[in-house]
């Protein structure tokens, strides 16, 4: 987000290279919850907040809760 410096507000998930990984099977979205998420995802990216990354082999499910706005 604007004004947040990525020196301070990084993350970063340490993994050990001999666990297994976790794949979560892909859940189903109403489309328009999933329109929703995808206009936030492309929102935070054009933000640089977050960044894509190439682990296919680590997937977890996106959870949206929607606010009483309506946005997600």
């Given at each position: 987000?604007p004004?947040?410096?990525?020196d ?17 099977k ?6 328009r919850?999933a329109?929703?998420v995808?206009?936030e995802?492309?929102?935070l990216?054009?933000a640089?907040?977050?960044?894509p ?14 606010k ?5």
């Amino acid at each position: 987000m604007p004004g947040l410096d990525p020196d301070i507000v990084v993350h970063n998930i340490v993994t050990l290279p001999n666990i297994k990984p976790v794949k979560q099977k892909l859940r189903k979205m109403h489309p328009r919850v999933a329109l929703l998420v995808k206009e936030e995802l492309q929102r935070l990216l054009s933000a640089n907040f977050i960044q894509p990354i190439d682990y296919p082999q680590w997937v977890s499910n996106v959870v949206p809760v929607t606010k009483a706005t309506g946005k997600i």
